[in-house]
């Protein structure tokens, strides 16, 4: 009998699949008391109990590979501290490559792998066989062995976690479903059960495929998709050795584990189907569906070509079950932007069971601290915007990322789902003009643009992409002319009331304190003193600032911001994102052609740079910007949206004479890294401080009042660095950067480039990437190295500099 809900409880889990488990055991074990976990049914009965169970942990960023990395090691002694099987084994894992691009894909893996400290061997056919003699190798070019990959029972996995969690006094209930949530303040008071209500500061959403339901009942968006997936058991197969390692064969869609003698194979389909049943049923415990045998076809015979036995083989047993998916292939954790106290873990795109030790860890670090212990912005909640909320994009979205589980992952690629959505006025002008559009949370971006006689579409590769020449003349326009950007996708936020200036001071760390008129680049720190927001603040009034971030981080930076206003303050953050359009107006002849449409001053003197001024733009107003973030003379234009189509016609011809041209966001990517400019969530973000980054230009130790993260500073200032952001150069011509490669000093793996491309200008590959030294670095320690990058597995020779390659003095910006 399940014991009766409590009154009262400090943290309610919702959920009792293996996330809600591992996140429950965790805050117990890390001091959470009064933990309380609910599931409507049994423990496993929502997506946990079908899961294939195949554990991998390479991924294309640093820190969800080290949460895949603490999930092994959670697994590993899960099963010693409740003293039962905990179903968890490592075999090592065999991804194989049956073309050249996937070879070359595994080779970037590879290298990818030694940056982020673990064991990847590429091998040969003959090798792969070797390790599992019953698969047929005969079109397999290589394969990716990781040998500290494995397979698990999630059942079993769960029970040990809730055993455990047991153990540590927290208290799981099953057969209480969760109908409602009071609240008071914003703030959730009490979680409403049918057998009671229970009284609590926090909430964890770990409901599965149930969540978005859960979640909409506050308000809050959580844009998972569930969708089908199918995969097989079969009888034993003879010549199958027991504790074979997992396969994965991406090319035909599949993968393969040993599982008493027989295969477990299922895989990823291009054409997945969603489950649409709105609401979920309830009593959609321990259910399947029904087998769909077209569906799982094209499956069935690339399993049968890698593994001819199962031609012969009978099936055990045939799982069509439901999974929740995300537009980008990644769950989501965190802290709600708009419920104060409400959490989530979910949406794993089936790799839930490889997630869920490390995402429970950390999600259980979050609740108690306040904030992740190190930068989970892959995963974080607030990466989705607001277009998110509807059900169709979701879907269409959730369904490509899911077709792409094992497509190749080209540089550059750009989703095409729920498109075009956002756009901007100019979006039809610039398209005529041959705009070649990626997408960016919800906005159309013009990328490059493609000239006369070349296709206006992307053609992906690992060498050279077809966008290559067209960028470089953009580029090149910039330095020499100038270039006109259509940045209105920038996400743009005014901050108003008497109290602005004193919350701005408060969460900045430069000062943005100055009169009106002044244009700051600052950052925005958590306690560590890394960096959480990468903007700039421009005082319009004594009451009112104007704040413009990337377009990615209108959610993340919005609610930062807001959940550091004070109560009582008077200051209100407005979204002002779709009010204003933006152009980029940069290069050498920048000031000849805005001098030519505005009615105002504009040269050096009356508008210099870091500064703002209203202008008239051939009637059109516009709150202009002296600023760049591409290294040479121009201005930020925000204009009000029905004004842009003027003004952008007014400087095209103004701009006419002087060689004005459009130009895309991959052309700003190659200007700014010939600058080193740094970009939020590549280059910095909240696991680096701006003196490692380089940026303690922008921090006001100095300033009157204190800020969040500067105490962090004051103390890493009388300390050696242990990282430092550099710029890294390439001379061989043949050597394309993508990042992730492995940065050696004098022979030693010191890190990894963290984003790179071509800068046309110098002509060579740039990257930029941290050094790191655990016994602290100077100057004279990082010059004196020297430098290689691992590109694809091959050592090439590196130069380092700490300085800007393009105008190191930065004169050409405040011409």
Known sequence: MTASPPDQARIVVIGGGIMGCSTAYHLAKLGGKDVVLLDKDKLTSGSTWHAAGMVGQLRNNANITRLLGQSVAVYDAIARETDQPAGWRTTGSLRLACTRDRVVEYERLATTARSFGLVLELIGPAEAKRRMPTMNVDDVIAAAWLPSDGVANPSDLTQAFAKAARRQGARLLEDTAVTGFRRARGRITAVETARGAIRCETVVLCAGIWTRELARRLGVNVPLQPSHHQYVVTERIEGLERGAPGVRDPDHLTYFKEEVGGLVFGGYETTPRAFTASPIPEDHAFKLLPEDVDQFEVLMRGAVHRFPALETTGIKRWFNGIESFTEDGMFILGKTPEVPGLFVGCGFNSFGIAAAGGAGQVLAEWILEGEPTYDLWPADIRRFGAHLRSDIQVRERALEGQAHHYLIAWPGEETLAGRPLRRSALYDRLKAAGAVYGAKAGWERPNWFAPKGVEPVDRYSFERPNWFAPVAAEHRACREAAALFDQSFFSKFALVGR???????????????????????????????????????????????????????????????????????????????????????????????????????????????????????????????????????????????????????????????????DAGYRAIDSLRLEKGYRVWAGDIGPDYTPYEAGLGFAVALDKNTGFIGRDALVAQKGKPLTKRLATFTVEDPDVVLWGRE??????????????????????????????????????????????????????????????????????????
Not at 528 to 556: K, M, S, W
Not at 592 to 612: C, M, Q, S
Not at 777 to 803: C, F, I, K, N, Q
Request: glycine residues 10%.
């Open 499 to 661: 109290d602005a200036e004193r919350v701005l001071q408060t969460i900045c760390a430069g000062d943005v304190g100055r009169a009106p008129g002044r244009v700051v680049y600052t950052q925005m720190l958590n306690r560590r003193g890394g960096i959480e927001c990468d903007l700039t603040v421009t005082r319009i009034a004594e009451h009112e600032y104007f704040i413009v971030t990337g377009t990615a981080f209108a959610n993340h930076d919005g609610t930062h911001i807001r959940r550091h206003i004070p109560a009582d303050a008077d200051a209100h953050l407005i979204d002002v994102t779709s009010a204003y359009g933006t152009l980029a107006l940069m290069g050498p002849r920048a000031r000849d052609i805005l001098a030519a449409v505005a009615e105002d001053d504009v040269a050096n003197a009356a508008f210099p740079f870091g500064t703002h001024r209203s202008l008239t733009l051939a009637g059109a107003p516009a709150r202009a910007l002296r600023i760049t973030f591409v290294g040479e003379l121009g201005w930020e234009l925000h204009i009000p949206t029905e004004f842009m189509a003027t003004a952008y016609d007014a400087l095209r011809q103004a701009g006419a004479p002087h060689g004005l041209r």
């Open 742 to 815: 492995t940065i050696l000093r004098d022979g030693q793996v010191v890190g990894w480039i963290a984003s790179a491309g071509h800068g046309h200008t110098i002509d060579k590959e740039v990257g930029l990437g941290y050094v790191r030294r655990a016994e602290g670095l100077d100057d004279a320690w990082l010059v004196a190295g020297r430098y290689e990058l691992e590109v694809r597995t091959r050592r090439v020779p590196a130069t380092m500099t700490l300085r800007p390659l393009y105008d190191p003095k930065g004169e050409r910006i405040k011409a």
